[in-house]
């Protein structure tokens, strides 16, 4: 057990913020008092434990997934493997893709396991996993960039629809992106497996022949980075709108295959102040402020 | 490793960082092959520990409060913020957090000071210079000798005339040794027919190379008064040698009313209330403040009517430091013999009692001018707002002392700041960091950029270009209490 950990009640009384290492949640959990106690101790009870046994398979988490290639043993490491698996064919992808959504899920399933809860999510630096009880509903909104925290839109999460998980990713994020959005937001059923899609979908949204792209191979910033040799992005110069309206459309074509084999629900792609959007019908004009937003402060 | 890159184990992750790099909390970072956490914008973080510039991950890393989540925990300083130059652009950083459910907004600038300077108070009883005396550095006029408070000289330093008023000399000189006083560095000092003084925050001052000990325990007759009881019975007079005050055991109220018998003494100076004498000598760097090095040379010849031969007297300085035992022989003269054991113990009481000479280091500067109009398009509300207290300034995060009146004049011990809070301009002028902080619909109501507002969080993001540092626990906490 981690005695690192830093877990305590934010000062709205409310939320719970957990931190250990590059670890950090944002908990928030509704229903009657007593459950909401149960649920926050389960989910600490959890999250000591997290930071040692990912770190355990960590070598194995940072190799290349393989289709039918051998399972971790920890439980959140199998969430990671099964979400990159679907991809393990046809691109390169590790385990790690999925890292900080698979760990909200495991906090979140730790707490609705141990207490009824009317909705609850576990937000990992903007890789959402989210409960819902009959009826109830999110309101998440949106953000172009980590830096910017105007709201492009919201939308509306319900019980009915089969999304658990959402999960941001982009070059200017905290993780190196291989692509250049400044944000890809996908909606899915796990959050592990948003999280993963959102990886692929902002590595797809690219302009390879552009030469003033800023990229520098991942092992040179970050020698143990998964990525290894690969080249990650570090800027990207203005770009003309068709180099913009080409870049979103690649990334967009990705997006399309993953929903129509059911790997995503929605996604929203952003670059340079320009959005395309995938499953439009689920997202309204900007409206509500959900506090979901303004929890964390990384992408 | 061939690359230079350092293995960090604040975590099991055990990243991997090269030099220049941050690891995979965006926390620790590779600084010349140090592990650090760090950089250079200040962010305060509301933790046990006093700041320290860069904290060594070891040390403090069990300490470490996770993520900066709300503003009951972090605050942004102005300390390298940048400034507002020229002036109408919105302050470099405008941060709104929640504190206790209300939204607070801090505007943090780093304030180009051409009206500042520092109010020095030191610790010495020794004689620095003649109140109005010029006080140099590098050889130019950069403050004056003020007032002489109760074990302190206070100099005051700076200001606009030295800054801007005299050749550019005297300018660049003033500006420096500001800065490095502000910085808390050490600052030679040369008083015009006077001491010369190195003077630093928070350490003692060192006068014409000797290194001040202690703060007088108090002035000639004050400790007459402390410490006549112990003498009573033990000694048939004391004289405490003081340039201000000097007390005699005898004659002194104090005496009197634990009934000591009259000894004769006879002081030179001016009797100022019975045995407490004005000017017993001129002033200096000796005993007590004053210039003699043999105490005898304050005494007149005993009234041979009353003294009588044996009798004992001890003279002290009023910080202990120094001290001489008499004896009158047949002919009444004082001859100097070894301090009894039984009076060694009231003269360590007496140092016991001072407290350790310092120098403390006030920043003094007026914010109430151009600066303004980066944190309002109507800078005069900016001023009233901090006047009626709806306002909190801070430098560095410490408290400031608004003075009462017109403007945002304020004063603000430099030790409570984090370390090189200060720069400068090559105008001459320093730089300093300033925050105000009001609850945002304030800051509406006064006309603020609440197009250029942030959330703290967005802070965050760049965490390789801040600096976070422990707040002191000793200054209210920037966004800690409710603002009126």
Redesign the interface.
């Known amino acids: 057990m981690s005695?690192?950990a830093?877990i305590r009640m934010?000062?709205?009384g409310c939320r719970l913020?957990m931190?250990?290492?590059?670890i950090?949640l944002?908990v928030e959990a509704f229903g009657e008092a007593r459950e909401i106690n149960a649920a926050y101790n389960a989910a600490s009870s959890r999250f000591v434990q997290v930071?040692?046994e990912l770190?355990a398979e960590?070598i194995f988490l940072r190799s290349p997934a393989r289709q039918n290639g051998p399972l971790p043993t920890g439980p959140i490491a199998r969430r990671m493997a099964e979400a990159v698996k679907p991809y393990a064919a046809h691109i390169f992808i590790t385990p790690m893709a999925s890292v900080a959504g698979a760990v909200a899920e495991e906090i979140l399933a730790a707490m609705t396991s141990n207490a009824r809860l009317s909705k609850a999510y576990v937000n990992d630096g903007g890789d959402i996993a989210l409960h819902l009880a009959n009826e109830e509903t999110f309101v998440v909104g949106m953000v172009e960039g980590?830096?910017?925290?105007s709201l492009f839109g919201t939308t509306t999460i319900r019980y009915g629809d089969l999304i658990r998980g959402i999960a941001t990713s982009g070059w200017r994020g905290?993780s190196f992106s291989l692509g250049i959005a400044d944000a890809v937001t996908v909606l899915a059923e796990t959050a592990a497996m948003a999280d993963a899609a959102a990886t692929v979908i902002a590595n797809a949204v690219d302009m390879p022949e552009h030469h003033g792209i800023g990229r520098v191979r991942a092992c040179?910033?970050?020698?143990?980075s998964d990525l290894g040799e690969r080249m990650v992005t570090q800027s990207v110069p203005e770009l003309s709108q068709r180099e913009i309206g080409i870049a979103l459309e690649r990334g967009l074509d990705v997006a399309k295959r993953l929903e129509a084999s059911g790997l995503i629900r929605a996604a929203a792609l952003n670059l340079q102040g320009e959005m395309r959007i995938l499953g439009s019908e689920r997202c309204a004009p900007s409206e509500n402020i959900s506090r979901l937003l303004?929890?964390?402060?990384?992408a | 490793m061939a690359?230079d890159?350092i293995r960090c184990d604040?975590?099991?992750?055990?990243?991997?960082?090269?030099p220049g790099?941050i690891?995979?909390?965006?926390r620790y970072g590779n600084a010349d092959g140090q592990l650090v956490r760090l950089d250079p914008h200040v962010v305060l973080e509301r933790a046990v520990s006093r700041g320290e510039t860069v904290v060594p991950f070891l040390e403090k890393?069990?300490e470490?409060?996770?993520?900066?989540?709300?503003g009951?925990e972090t605050f942004v300083t102005a300390i390298g913020a940048g400034t507002t130059y020229p002036d109408y652009k919105p302050a470099p950083f405008i941060i709104s957090s929640?504190?206790?459910?209300v939204d607070m907004v801090t505007v943090v600038t780093e304030g180009i000071f051409s009206y500042c300077g520092v109010k020095l108070k030191i610790d010495t009883d020794r004689h620095l210079g003649a109140e109005c005396s010029i006080v140099r550095s590098q050889g130019e006029a950069v403050g004056h000798v003020t007032t002489n408070e109760y074990g302190s000289q206070m100099l005051s330093l700076g200001g606009v005339r030295h800054l801007t008023g005299g050749t550019r000399h005297e300018g660049t000189a003033t500006c420096d040794a500001l800065l490095n006083l502000c910085n808390r560095k050490a600052v030679e000092l040369k008083i015009d027919d006077g001491a010369t003084v190195v003077v630093q925050a928070d350490k003692a001052p060192i006068v014409d190379g000797v290194q001040e000990e202690r703060m007088r325990v108090g002035c000639g007759s004050a400790t007459i008064g402390m410490f006549a009881k112990q003498w009573f019975g033990k000694v048939d007079d004391v004289v405490v040698v003081d340039d201000h005050i000097t007390g005699v055991l005898s004659e002194h109220q104090a005496g009197k009313l634990l009934g000591v018998p009259e000894t004769g003494i006879k002081l030179k100076g001016r009797r100022s209330t019975p045995g407490r004498y004005f000017r017993v000598a001129e002033p200096g760097t000796s005993w007590g403040g004053t210039n003699i090095d043999d105490p005898l040379s304050i005494l007149a010849p005993f009234d041979r009517e009353v003294a009588r031969p044996g009798m004992r007297l001890l003279m002290v300085s009023t910080t202990g430091e120094h001290f001489a035992y008499f004896e009158l022989d047949d002919d009444l003269h004082p001859k100097e013999r070894q301090l009894p054991e039984v009076l060694r113990e009231s003269v360590a009481r007496i140092r016991e009692n001072c407290e350790p000479a310092l120098c403390t280091v006030l920043f003094m500067g007026g914010a109430g001018g151009s600066l303004r109009a980066g944190v309002t398009e109507n800078p005069v509300k900016l001023t009233h707002s901090v006047r009626d207290a709806l306002t909190r300034v801070t430098c560095g995060g410490a408290p400031v002392y608004v003075w009462p009146g017109g403007g945002i004049t304020i004063m603000a011990d430099v030790s409570r700041m984090p370390e090189d809070a200060f720069g400068y301009v090559p105008t001459p002028a320093l730089v300093a960091p300033i925050e105000f902080t009001l609850k945002l619909s304030d800051y509406a109501t006064l006309g603020g950029y609440m197009d250029h507002v942030?959330?703290?969080?967005?802070i965050?993001?760049d965490a390789d270009t801040r600096r976070r540092l422990g707040a002191r626990p000793d200054n209210p906490w920037p966004l800690a209490e409710k603002i009126k």
């Open positions: 005695t690192r830093q934010l000062p709205d913020h931190h250990d290492g590059p950090d944002i930071l040692d770190c960590l980590p830096d910017r925290a905290r040179e910033l970050a020698p143990d303004w929890s964390p402060a990384h | 690359d890159a604040a975590c099991p992750v055990l990243c991997y960082i090269k790099r690891g995979s909390c965006d890393s069990r470490w409060s996770g993520a900066l989540v709300s009951e929640e504190v206790a459910g942030r959330p703290l969080g967005s965050q993001r």
